[in-house]
């Protein structure tokens, strides 16, 4: 089954454009012309993913992306901004509003299909949907819920991630750089000391239920998952 995109982009050959090769490439699509179209079409079911024009009339690209990113329901959809503006800080804002990446326009299709298989990809990083167990701990990808014996545990879409990670991959050191390139993908803006503060988050989450000393730290190396 194909992934559902949502485009939200008012220039009709853009649109068009966008429909024409994400329908030949097996992706369903919905169509919005401007921000409160799209939400509208948010609030009655769920995309895998967004392409979102930067300018759009009314409420802009980035509001929007702001927008989604509050969202308790929405805030984990990928999403990729769409805009003409090439400039490098125009890129960093947009990367700060929450998109996961940015595409200049004109773009090539190619292109365009590489970043969207990048961002899908990177939802379920390890491509594989099967749940994982280490001891009482249970992480369902598709159902995208941990689980400790009975109860469960809340994770951030970070510490989600990288715990997915550990979980297959225990007993093996990753470095910080290792750890990004994994779990974060090839997001340039994110720095080493990232991790630490995820790695931090995750353990507080999981402490509650006993299994904080999973993830432990191997100086000088990185971390990794451990059940000794
Ligand atoms: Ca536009």
Do not use: C
């Amino acid at each position: 089954m194909g992934a559902t995109v949502l485009i939200v982009e008012d220039e009709p050959g853009i649109q068009e454009v966008l429909r024409f090769n994400l329908h030949q490439n097996g992706y369903d699509t919905w169509v919005a012309s401007d921000a409160e179209q799209a939400w509208a079409l948010l609030r009655e079911g769920m995309p895998d993913a967004l392409l979102v024009d930067w300018m759009l009339p009314g409420m802009n690209g980035i509001e929007l992306t702001r927008k989604v990113r509050a969202d308790r329901r929405l805030k984990d959809l990928p999403i990729i901004m769409l805009t003409a503006r090439i400039e490098e800080r125009d890129k960093i804002l947009g990367l700060d509003s929450g998109a996961d990446d940015y595409l200049s326009k004109p773009f090539s299709p190619r292109e365009l299909l590489a970043r969207l298989r990048a961002v899908l990809r990177r939802r379920v990083p390890q491509g594989t949907e099967a749940p994982v167990e280490i001891g009482l701990l249970r992480l369902d990808p598709v159902g995208h819920r941990v689980t400790g014996g009975e109860q469960l545990i809340e994770l951030g879409p970070t510490e989600f991630r990288l715990l997915h990670f550990f979980m297959t991959h225990a007993e093996r050191v990753y470095s910080r750089a290792q750890l990004l390139d994994h779990v974060w993908g090839d997001h340039v803006f994110v720095e080493e000391r990232t991790v630490d503060v995820h790695i931090r988050r995750l353990r507080s989450a999981l402490a509650p239920y006993g299994h904080d000393g999973l993830i432990q730290t191997v100086r000088g190396a990185g971390y990794r998952l451990s059940v000794q």
